[in-house]
């Protein structure tokens, strides 16, 4: 019914205003006419024509006459999503992500656009409950409804896209439980391909469902953290052994953790600040971790376990608030890889000695409010060492760094603007270190989940991660800005990003969508240090806005 009022609508206008679309499907052509009219701040060229597949809108991308794909990344689109989309037909790709005037409720007619492969709406101002409707879209293989406000349960129809490899929810405040099939219906375990389970900092609740693992499938990252889960890890878990990054931090689970020493290819462990008890797990074989965080739990007293001395690939050890006692094991600060040990506020005592055969990589080692009654120290470590809290402190060391605040060096990894001085740009415009010219750059934070480090004064391996972005996106060398590299209170790598068009002073709408699009489909893959991302734009302002 609104399609033939659609339709009709369209025909009078027709009539009236002797509109000819020479090429586009009508029915696309009315569908896009009709959200035209509902959208602010479109691109230029929608106003061009009538005929969007003939002239090209940009954005729409057809194929015999069909709209294919559309693609309005970051272009402070204003709006609602209304029931027209679901016109398309023909849709194979809808990207819409970075504009956060696009609100409203999400239209269960998606649910019509049944040759969807890519649907990305992060990063907008939606709310309401993500329409079930969704789980029609069979042949949809992303699907990326981060950074949202989407409220209500995970709708248990999902569970039929069987195609999706990615599904990023987080970052909204959906709640109730994780929704498994039943005997009547579909659940997130039938999802066999899907490699990404990123449901992080939403108020999901409840136990994680022993059912939702099986040994059948391919899940390499499963981020939990951030939300009110409850109950053990199941079992079932272990039967995952593709997995690669799990986080289950800031939750509520508890109880003993099961044994994850299946989990062969893990690389990055965090169960911090939850309330696991029991002793504490056994990782010795899991050579490939590299990063482990047990924080903030209630696991049993014990000696420090012997895991802590041959986990050869580990870059970051984090045990704060822990159960440890008894002496430092002197070969975790020869690991060959480690950089970060953080083990305050544990009941370490006896002699600190970190050996003579200490990292090359080490930078920090914070042994605060312990119990530690004397250091021997070697020559071979100059980097920080907090012992602040410890019966040493009021020894012979008491006037040294070890025992004072100390403030680690800020090693700024940001990008230089140093040889383009004395230049002030307009409000609207920034400074470009490649020209030293004043230009409109694509801007926005990029946002790590679970990077392989914690340390951020190597600056080399943020270097690595500009050129990487210079090639995705053929910019020239110096127009990729990197600002303020941290962790932020969740534990992510946050970064700030500028991107600076190279031939003029501005990027066009197609450049600006096409960056979007690469951003947050993925496409853009940084060096494997740092781990899965998500991306949040600042919307484009063009020149002239």
């Excluded at 449901?199 to 939300?227: R, T, W, Y």
């Excluded at 066009?508 to 949040?536: C, D, H, V, W």
Aim: glycine share 8%.
């Amino acid at each position: 019914m609104a399609m033939m009022k659609l339709l009709l609508c369209y025909l009078i206008v027709s009539m009236a205003c002797h509109l000819v679309f020479s090429f586009t499907d009508l029915q696309d052509a009315t569908v896009l006419q009709s959200l035209k009219q509902q959208w602010k701040n479109l691109p230029p060229s929608w106003n061009n024509s009538n005929d969007p597949c003939g002239t090209p809108w940009e954005g729409v991308t057809c194929s015999n006459s069909r709209v294919k794909a559309l693609a309005l990344s970051s272009m402070r689109l204003s709006g609602k999503l209304s029931d027209d989309i679901g016109g398309l037909t023909e849709l194979a790709s809808l990207d819409l992500s970075f504009n956060p005037d696009l609100t409203g409720s999400v239209s269960s007619r998606l649910g019509d656009l049944r040759k969807l492969n890519v649907l990305i709406l992060a990063g907008c101002g939606l709310s309401g409950t993500i329409p079930s409707e969704l789980g029609n879209l069979a042949q949809l293989s992303f699907l990326a409804l981060n950074s949202n406000n989407f409220t209500g349960e995970i709708p248990a129809s999902l569970g039929n896209l069987t195609n999706l490899y990615w599904l990023d929810l987080s970052n909204n405040r959906l709640s109730g439980s994780i929704p498994v099939s039943t005997s009547t219906g579909p659940g997130l375990d039938l999802l066999k391909k899907a490699k990404h389970f990123h449901f992080s900092k939403n108020q999901l609740l409840g136990e994680i469902p022993a059912s939702l693992f099986s040994s059948g499938m391919v899940l390499s990252h499963l981020l939990l953290d951030g939300n009110l889960l409850t109950g053990e890890i199941p079992p079932t878990l272990g039967n995952v052994q593709t997995l690669e990054i799990l986080r289950l931090d800031n939750n509520a689970l508890g109880g003993g953790v099961v044994n994850l020493q299946n989990l062969t290819n893990l690389i990055e462990l965090n169960l911090a600040s939850d309330n696991f008890s029991g002793p504490l797990p056994d990782l010795i074989g899991m050579n490939y971790l590299n990063y482990v965080n047990l924080s903030n739990n209630s696991f049993q007293p014990s000696q420090a376990p012997a895991w802590f001395s041959t986990l050869k690939s580990l870059t970051t050890l984090a045990l704060e608030n822990g159960p440890l006692q008894g002496q430092v094991p002197q070969q975790l600060f020869s690991l060959p890889q480690i950089q970060i040990v953080i083990l305050k506020k544990n009941a370490f005592n006896d002699t600190l000695d970190m050996g003579n055969n200490i990292s090359q990589q080490l930078q920090l080692v914070d042994l605060q409010n312990n119990d530690i009654s004397s250091v021997t120290l070697s020559s071979g470590y100059s980097k920080t060492l907090l012992l602040m809290g410890n019966p040493v402190c009021a020894s012979s060391i008491a006037s040294t760094s070890y025992c004072q605040p100390q403030k680690r060096s800020a090693t700024n990894c940001s990008t230089s603007l140093a040889n383009c001085r004395n230049i002030t740009c307009p409000s609207d415009q920034k400074l470009s270190p490649q020209t030293c010219a004043c230009a409109y750059p694509y801007e926005g934070t990029i946002i790590f989940r679970a990077p392989s480090f914690m340390d951020t004064a190597n600056c080399s391996r943020f270097h690595d991660l500009q050129i990487s972005l210079e090639m995705k996106f053929g910019l020239a060398p110096g127009a990729v800005v990197l600002l303020n590299p941290h962790f932020n209170i969740d534990d992510y790598l946050q970064v700030g990003l500028g991107l600076f068009p190279t031939t003029r002073n501005f990027f066009n709408s197609s450049e600006i969508q096409r960056m979007g699009f690469e951003l947050s489909s993925q496409t853009f893959k940084p060096p494997a240090e740092f781990g899965p991302y998500f991306f949040i734009a600042v919307p484009y302002k063009f020149p002239g806005q």
